[in-house]
């Protein structure tokens, strides 16, 4: 690399990709390889499952009605297209930050940085919304077991969006529990990735069998008559296909977990095998999932009853029953899995923050390690921290679009990655997974469904991922390409 390098070869230079040490860590303040298949997997379920059921059925069902199914379908067609992407990327390069280090090892450190700055909003986001809408189970959760509310000044936030009065600011209101959750989360992070990961397996087995057990109830009381009209005459600013295409883009942020399976590449034992089959492993168990309880509870509950339901799941089961018990442990299970949904958010934020500030883009802060515990932990202090302040004084409506936003530009240039890793490497590459029907068909309807997705975002939601653009590109020119252990 030359000492004197112009502007456009600092923004376009790469980092080489070593494969050399992916079996133990190279150094004191570097992670350990301590995640095996079947928690890796878990990882991958436990950052989708929850998100998108538990939650965005609330925000999706009122723009598309029944269609929904198909909103979807279409998400999970277009994170299959993205996840084989993924998957020869994690071969061929192994190491934490997922899409950020696939990006800075092909197209070029500015638009890996660019790439980074997508991946923390997404990231953030997913971690306070979820965290928030943990807090509706919570509730509902207390007041079947024990008649007890939360009040309502400690579970609301202080910043909502109303549709008559746009932004209000509500003093003295905090969202309480989202902050004793992140806190929580916190605490476990930071005892180490092995304890964290094997914690969420076992939260997330919980999880299936909660959701196995609300699908065979809500089919006991399914009618067909829910279905129709299948698309949405008068959804929310959408009717008909519209809003199947906003609704899709809406729920889209739910298969993040692919992504987060990819941040673990440096934690893993074997990651050149065991990444690429965690990714594809996670994304099928996601996807059957899913389907299987939007069908459920589209069946069990008209769609107009959809909208601003709180704890949707638990509701339907005590509707569909007439009981309560069932609700109960619907909303222990969701109080439980959306746990984990949190954690292993939080923990792909810290990994990403760890891959930038190891190459120098950012404080080298976030790179320390812990010599006990294994963990970055002043990395995951201050990311929860910050996930805590949002998910208490933020209302979540502002946040569900943007994750989807940062979702899909991260995806789209893991796609276009593909081809260009396998021009750079040529016919000397080695031999290992890679996408079906060559470096161009996968990636490129790939690119074509995210931008598709992209479509039904909010003009608000294009606006103010246009300011964070800004701030990012400014970090970048300011900081990190002084800095850069590139430069």
């Not at 509730?139 to 746009?166: D, Y």
């Not at 802060?365 to 004084?393: D, E, H, M, W």
């Not at 995806?411 to 396998?422: I, Y």
């Given at each position: ?110 638009l890996a940085f660019i790439m980074a700055a997508c991946l923390l909003l997404e990231y953030g986001l997913a971690a306070s919304a979820v ?44 969202n309480l529990p989202p902050i004793i959750l992140v806190a929580l989360c916190c605490l476990l992070l930071i005892r180490g990735a092995k ?293």
């Amino acid at each position: 690399m030359p000492v004197n390098q112009t502007l456009v070869q600092k923004l376009t230079r790469t980092k080489p990709v070593d494969n050399k040490n992916t079996e133990q860590a190279s150094s004191s303040n570097s992670l350990h390889r301590s995640v095996g298949l079947f928690p890796l997997t878990m990882i991958g379920v436990g950052a989708t499952i929850g998100t998108g059921i538990f939650f965005t059925m609330v925000e999706a069902v009122p723009k598309a009605g029944p269609s929904v199914i198909l909103s979807f379908l279409i998400a999970a067609i277009t994170a299959g297209l993205t996840a084989l992407c993924y998957a020869e990327l994690s071969f061929r390069i192994p190491a934490s930050g997922s899409s950020y280090s696939f990006a800075y090892a092909t197209v070029g450190e500015f638009l890996a940085f660019i790439m980074a700055a997508c991946l923390l909003l997404e990231y953030g986001l997913a971690a306070s919304a979820v965290a928030i809408g943990w807090s509706d189970y919570l509730n509902n959760f207390l007041n079947n077991a024990f008649g007890w509310h939360i009040p309502e000044m400690l579970r609301s936030p202080s910043i909502v969006a109303t549709a008559t009065h746009g932004i209000e600011f509500r003093s003295g209101h905090i969202n309480l529990p989202p902050i004793i959750l992140v806190a929580l989360c916190c605490l476990l992070l930071i005892r180490g990735a092995k304890e964290s990961a094997t914690t969420n397996a076992i939260m997330v087995l919980i999880k299936l069998a909660i959701l196995i057990f609300f699908v065979v109830i809500a089919f006991s009381g399914f009618d067909i008559n829910n279905f129709h009209p299948f698309f949405s005459p008068d959804g929310v600013h959408f009717t008909g296909a519209a809003g199947v295409t906003a609704a899709a883009a809406t729920v889209f942020f739910s298969f993040i977990g692919l992504d987060t399976v990819a941040t673990a590449g440096e934690e893993v034992k074997n990651p050149k095998r065991n990444v690429p089959i965690g990714i594809l492993a996670a994304l099928v168990i996601v996807t059957i999932f899913y389907m299987l309880v939007a069908v459920a509870a589209m069946g069990a509950q008209p769609a107009a009853k959809f909208a601003g339901q709180e704890a949707g799941l638990a509701v339907i089961l005590q509707n569909v029953t007439g009981q309560t018990w069932p609700a109960l442990v619907l909303a222990a299970g969701a109080v439980v899995s959306v746990f984990s949904v949190t954690l292993v958010t939080i923990y792909g934020q810290t990994r990403i923050l760890y891959a930038i500030a190891k190459d120098g883009l950012i404080s080298p802060t976030f790179r320390k390690v812990s010599p006990r515990t294994g963990a970055p932990t002043q990395n995951t202090l201050i990311v929860c921290i910050v996930v805590g302040l949002v998910a208490g004084f933020v209302d979540a409506t502002f946040l569900w679009d943007m994750v989807s936003m940062g979702t899909l530009t991260a995806f789209s240039v893991v796609s276009l990655a593909v081809p260009v890793m396998r021009r750079k490497e040529g016919p000397t590459a080695e031999k290992g997974f890679r996408v079906p029907g060559g470096p161009y068909l996968v990636p490129g309807l790939s690119i074509a469904a995210c931008l598709y997705l992209m479509f039904g975002l909010s003009m608000t939601t294009y606006t103010v991922f246009a300011i964070w653009m800004t701030a990012a590109v400014l970090t970048y020119l300011l900081y990190g390409m002084r800095n850069s252990r590139l430069n």
